[in-house]
């Protein structure tokens, strides 16, 4: 499903993205909060997209590249709104990665509110989660602004390090679209 913001377009990744996952998600700088750390390799990127595109099917759900609207041809990040269990807990995941030049500019603010609407009212979600490494100050003020309350630390055996978990319910963000609203 295609869908857009004020500048962006979310369409669903397909085989072909490989290279532009690669570029992105193979940067240290992108990569910095992720335990596991860049992507090493094409055939690495190449085995993601297959991943996502076989748990693409359902409904509310999807991976996406992020492209300008006034530069279809560019893919600047990638995201997605996927059902994942993280440290046990079963969540319906909001993540995103953007190229490093261009961070900064409120693009991954603006993309969390398309697909936050996109899950609470085309998807039917009750809610939706986001998972950030701690010092990741940037993620953390993306997730305020769009809404998220930080829910609970965990601590992550798999990386030796923790996790933290914000949420934000569908009441939620149907309050503050109201008080926006007046």
Same mark, same amino acid.
Not at 28 to 48: M, W
Not at 62 to 77: K, S, V
Not at 173 to 180: G, I, N, T
């Given at each position: 499903?295609?869908?857009?913001?004020?500048?962006?377009?979310?369409?669903?990744?397909?085989?072909?993205?490989?290279? !532009?996952?690669?570029?992105?998600?193979?940067?240290?700088?992108?990569?910095?909060?992720?335990?596991?750390?860049?992507?090493?390799?094409?055939?690495?990127?190449?085995?993601?997209?297959?991943?996502?595109?076989?748990?693409?099917?359902?409904?509310?759900?999807?991976?996406?590249?992020?492209?300008?609207?006034?530069?279809?041809?560019?893919?600047? /990040?990638?995201?997605?709104?996927?059902?994942?269990?993280? !440290?046990?807990?079963?969540?319906?995941?909001?993540?995103?990665?953007?190229?490093?030049?261009?961070? /900064?500019?409120?693009? +991954?603010?603006?993309?969390?509110?398309?697909?936050?609407?996109?899950?609470?009212?085309?998807?039917?979600?009750?809610?939706?989660?986001?998972?950030?490494?701690? /010092?990741?100050?940037?993620?953390?003020?993306?997730?305020?602004?769009? /809404?998220?309350?930080?829910?609970?630390?965990?601590?992550?055996?798999?990386?030796?390090?923790?996790?933290?978990?914000?949420?934000?319910?569908?009441?939620?963000?149907? +309050?503050?679209?109201?008080?926006?609203?007046?």
């Amino acid at each position: 499903m295609h869908f857009t913001s004020s500048r962006l377009l979310l369409r669903p990744v397909i085989p072909g993205d490989a290279d !532009c996952l690669f570029r992105i998600y193979g940067d240290p700088q992108t990569q910095q909060f992720n335990p596991a750390g860049p992507y090493l390799s094409l055939d690495y990127a190449r085995e993601t997209l297959r991943s996502w595109l076989e748990h693409s099917n359902q409904p509310g759900f999807g991976h996406w590249a992020i492209i300008l609207q006034e530069n279809p041809q560019e893919i600047i /990040g990638f995201g997605g709104l996927t059902p994942r269990v993280v !440290c046990g807990y079963h969540i319906n995941n909001l993540g995103y990665r953007f190229a490093t030049q261009w961070w /900064g500019k409120g693009l +991954a603010t603006e993309f969390a509110r398309a697909v936050v609407a996109w899950g609470f009212e085309q998807g039917k979600l009750n809610e939706i989660s986001a998972v950030i490494r701690p /010092g990741h100050s940037a993620s953390q003020h993306v997730l305020e602004k769009t /809404g998220f309350h930080f829910e609970r630390k965990v601590a992550d055996p798999e990386y030796h390090s923790a996790r933290l978990f914000f949420t934000l319910t569908q009441a939620q963000w149907r +309050a503050s679209h109201l008080a926006d609203a007046k």
